[in-house]
């Protein structure tokens, strides 16, 4: 009879699995760095032209820094499109039918998500802290730190929309809705000055905004954070989503009550 | 999908047109207003791209292409129909947003009914895309790949967020063989009060070459 496997071994293959999927996949990967360098050099060179004026403010150093914090909460969106795919195949019945626990499945799963994120985004980030003029190991290593901790509340996040949605056009057009508010309702591409005040307060608890702010306070050495409070978000954000997406695979294996 | 697409098009205008309309005041008109049709086009070009999906599911997910294939309609009829069925659902889909940006531009009635029929052409040009790329996609990675692309392309190599006088030269070039610089060009033509027909000819030209592109790929998969 063969010994049940180690927590930390089923981790490492579900990671391995989904790092696999990335290097099978050169076309997202050239897509969406293409898609960030357009952004960057296009988007926000030309909008910065019209903006820093009336700003008083270099708005191609503030957008620089969110481009990369929007690239990595698109490519962690992906991680649910996966699991989606997977069980419109019938794949998922089989993956969950693996002898380790569903809680174990999420969290491989949603940290398999967000360490290809960092694989794609990692160059981007190398590029901005050039761009932006801070390019240091101590500041790349401290951004992307803060993206792993995005990534893996966003791939959560995620994995819980696969999980509930049945309908393939349904879930295509939630999730980038998802994507869209997650990004846009936050301080990743506008100051939140900036925003509607209605949505000022839903912004200043968004995940993606404690991101933004973190990394621009390392990179952008005349920008701030707010430190603990962004990181508390931050931590809140993944726990609530970690469980959620643990949960709902759990019904959708067990078709009972959450454990 | 309507109340979704409704959604998707109050986040672009809403959020980001709103958030960038206060940070760009210099230029002497409202840039709010400036780019509030590109948010309408952009859910367009979504909800189009949705009979591309249709179209790749049903070659590639469902295996149902050729059961279709044996319903009593010529195949072309059949081609021809899933192209303007895309370009009316993107029509109806983008309604609520097509009003909201009649409202905010003050157009008359007869103007609405242009702007209704600039959607209905625009939409012409991304479901031929889209079903070109759902015809040559084998896999859904691909077909994503092709549907964020021709998004880019739509939105950033445009007049959609900025006039064309500060594009670098090779963008200009580029953005005057794109859907969007014409349509919402046009669109903007009809807030300052009239229909420009110079600016709807290149959009239909557009629209029908890309049309005709996505019924050849379409039919040829129905030949093999």
């Given at each position: 009879m063969s010994e049940k496997p180690s927590t930390l071994s089923v981790i490492r293959w579900l990671i391995e699995r989904d790092l696999r999927t990335l290097v099978r996949s050169p076309f997202i990967l050239i897509n969406r760095t293409i898609f960030f360098l357009i952004q960057l050099f296009?988007?926000?060179?030309?909008v910065s032209k019209l903006a820093s004026p009336s700003l008083g403010f270099n708005y191609f150093d503030f957008y620089s820094?969110?481009?990369v914090v929007s690239t990595i909460t698109s490519i962690a969106f992906i991680i649910g499109e996966d699991l989606f795919e997977e069980e419109e195949l019938g794949l998922l019945d089989y993956l969950l039918s693996l002898p380790f626990g569903h809680s174990l499945f999420v969290i491989g799963r949603a940290l398999g998500g967000a360490v290809r994120g960092l694989i794609y985004v990692t160059p981007m980030m190398v590029l901005v802290a050039y761009v932006d003029g801070n390019l240091s190991p101590a500041a790349v290593t401290g951004s992307l730190v803060v993206f792993f901790v995005l990534a893996t509340g966003i791939s959560g996040l995620s994995i819980t929309l696969a999980m509930l949605i049945r309908n393939a056009n349904r879930f295509d057009i939630t999730i980038a809705l998802a994507e869209l508010a997650t990004v846009r309702v936050s301080a990743a591409i506008y100051p939140l000055l900036y925003m509607p005040k209605v949505l000022q307060p839903v912004a200043a608890y968004s995940p993606v905004t404690s991101a933004s702010d973190l990394v621009r306070a390392i990179i952008l050495p005349a920008s701030y954070s707010s430190g603990a409070y962004d990181w508390v978000i931050l931590l809140l954000f993944l726990g609530i989503f970690f469980g959620l997406g643990s949960a709902f695979l759990f019904r959708k294996i067990e078709g009972g009550k959450f454990d | 999908?309507?109340?979704?697409?409704?959604?998707?098009?109050?986040?672009?205008?809403?959020?980001?047109?709103?958030?960038?309309?206060?940070?760009?005041?210099?230029?002497?008109?409202?840039?709010?207003?400036?780019?509030?049709?590109?948010?309408?086009?952009?859910?367009?070009?979504?909800?189009?791209?949705?009979?591309?999906?249709?179209?790749?599911?049903?070659?590639?997910?469902?295996?149902?292409?050729?059961?279709?294939?044996?319903?009593?309609?010529?195949?072309?009829?059949?081609?021809?129909?899933?192209?303007?069925?895309?370009?009316?659902?993107?029509?109806?889909?983008?309604l609520p947003g097509t009003i909201v940006i009649a409202l905010l531009y003050g157009l008359s009635f007869p103007f609405f009914l242009v702007g209704l029929l600039i959607m209905f052409v625009y939409s012409g040009a991304v479901a031929g895309l889209s079903i070109a790329a759902a015809s040559m996609a084998n896999s859904l990675e691909l077909f994503a790949t092709v549907r964020s692309t021709v998004q880019v392309y739509l939105s950033f190599f445009s007049t959609q967020f900025y006039p064309s006088n500060i594009l670098p030269p090779a963008v200009a070039d580029v953005s005057a063989f794109n859907p969007m610089t014409w349509a919402v060009q046009s669109f903007r033509a009809l807030q300052a009060g009239g229909v420009n027909l110079p600016l709807l000819a290149p959009l239909s030209g557009l629209s029908l070459g890309l049309m005709a592109v996505g019924?050849?790929?379409?039919?040829?998969t129905m030949e093999f």
């Open positions: 296009i988007f926000a060179f030309l820094v969110g481009a | 999908m309507i109340v979704i697409m409704f959604v998707n098009f109050m986040i672009d205008l809403g959020v980001s047109g709103l958030s960038l309309g206060a940070m760009i005041r210099n230029l002497g008109y409202s840039y709010f207003l400036y780019i509030a049709p590109g948010a309408n086009l952009i859910t367009a070009t979504v909800a189009a791209f949705q009979s591309g999906r249709d179209v790749w599911r049903e070659r590639i997910i469902q295996d149902t292409q050729q059961y279709l294939l044996t319903l009593p309609v010529a195949k072309n009829t059949f081609a021809v129909s899933r192209l303007f069925s895309g370009m009316l659902r993107t029509v109806v889909t983008t019924f050849l790929l379409y039919r040829r």
